[in-house]
């Protein structure tokens, strides 16, 4: 693990040791962990080469419609990062599929993560402030999803041990976390409903500065407070359903 995941691994234990904020219960931990063991010590940015952008403004990011891909065609995989230039797949598969009159992605892996990936003169981007966004329409639970299971997105992205993440959760939570040094701490939460399905749902999870604000259908829901991330990409993850994404955007 590169250095800095070391040091942010400190900061978080010493929050926790000063009473700032514990950690998230064992048993909520041990199930996202296990979630992520697809991209198991993976870094973003396994070396020096990569660049630090204010915003996503002054860094655009180019999105994703998937209106560009052939019906049925494999849009990206974990098994090959080097399909997209724009983003990386660092856990299961997507592919295009006809919703209504435009192609949407598509992926029914239980879970679904991809990273948007930008490249300034050959090195790879991180951004301070930013708001990553999607919209996913939840065709159908897989059998046995946990309640945690949900719509996800990314911030601030370094390593998979290091990073913040929205949710919108299959038990109604909606919540702000940070994970340092593999990790999980909640900072913001609180009830909503159920992501419905065959119904669009929209997040949106805006950093900047020392701010944390996560949007669903167009509503701040949460807002949170932390300075141990102050850069790093954005991305998407889902878990236990078969969805469609759409409009996968960072302004």
């Known amino acids: 693990m590169k250095g800095r995941a070391l040091v942010l691994g400190s900061v978080a234990w010493l929050m926790v040791l000063a009473g700032a904020c514990g950690p998230d219960t064992l048993e909520e931990r041990d199930a996202l962990e296990s ?52 983003f990386e797949v660092t856990s299961g598969c997507l592919s ?12 029914t892996t239980h879970h679904f993560r991809a990273l948007s990936r930008k490249y300034v003169d050959g090195k790879k981007v991180g951004w301070k402030t930013a708001a990553p966004s999607y919209r996913a329409l939840i065709d159908n639970w897989h059998a046995g ?5 949900g719509l996800h997105v990314f911030a601030r992205y370094q390593t998979e041990d290091d990073l913040y993440v929205a949710s919108y959760r299959k038990d109604g ?13 909640t900072l913001a939460q609180k009830d909503l409903s159920t992501p419905a399905t065959g119904t669009w749902h929209t997040i949106k999870f805006s950093v900047s500065g020392d701010t944390l604000q996560f949007f669903v259908n167009g509503v701040l829901q949460l ?19 078969d969805v469609y994404l759409d409009d996968w955007k960072l302004e």
């Open 96 to 107: 295009a599929n006809q919703a209504g009159t435009s192609h949407r992605g598509w992926t």
């Open 173 to 185: 939570l909606i919540t702000i976390k940070k994970k340092l040094g593999g990790v999980y701490t």
């Open 223 to 241: 807002t949170a407070r932390d300075t141990s991330l102050t850069w790093g990409t954005a991305g998407m993850r889902t878990d236990f359903m």
């Open 145 to 149: 999803a946990p309640e945690w299971a």
């Open 35 to 86: 979630a992520a063991t697809a991209e198991s010590g993976y870094d973003f940015y396994p070396d020096s080469h990569y660049i630090i952008c204010t915003s996503a403004s002054s860094c655009p990011w180019a999105g994703e419609n998937f209106e560009a891909y052939a019906e049925g065609s494999l849009v990206g995989c974990a098994s090959d990062s080097s399909q997209r230039a724009h």
